[in-house]
Nanobody, 128 residues
Framework: QVRLEESGGGLAQPGGSLRLSCAVSGGSVRDLDVGWFRQAPGKEREFLVAIRRTGTGGRSVYGDSVKGRFVISRDNAKNTVFLQMNALKPEDTATYFC???????????????????WGQGTQVTVSS
């Protein structure tokens, strides 16, 4: 059973940075498609970015709201996926979730319903 655990959330100032981690257990991160999503109170879950499993080339797909600001990466040795968030804005305040699946096609990555495994989330608050 794949388990995901997010960490790294907290309070950041506008324009600041945070790095979130998604630690994977029960499976190898290189064999998983991993996505990051967020959800703010009263809003729908939003796709941020995903990275495909290594066997498919490891391509990353970004949502429009975070292109140029957020970067996803994977450390196979640590079995962890990271989300580097830069130039944070107050509207980035949300609970951030990582999700994983063993076999998604490229077009399915932005849809959260397609992922089999989810973490519990980590809160990010951007405020001065």
């Amino acid at each position: 059973q794949v388990r995901l655990e997010e960490s790294g959330g907290g309070l950041a100032q506008p324009g600041g940075s945070l790095r979130l981690s998604c630690a994977v257990s029960g499976g190898s991160v290189r064999d998983l498609d991993v996505g990051w999503f967020r959800q703010a109170p009263g809003k729908e879950r939003e796709f941020l970015v995903a990275i495909r499993r290594t066997g498919t080339g490891g391509r990353s797909v970004y949502g429009d709201s975070v292109k140029g600001r957020f970067v996803i990466s994977r450390d196979n040795a640590k079995n962890t996926v990271f989300l580097q968030m830069n130039a944070l804005k107050p509207e980035d305040t949300a609970t951030y979730f990582c999700a994983a699946d063993r076999s998604l096609i490229l077009s399915s990555l932005p849809r959260g319903d397609n992922y089999d495994y989810w973490g519990q989330g980590t809160q990010v608050t951007v405020s001065s």
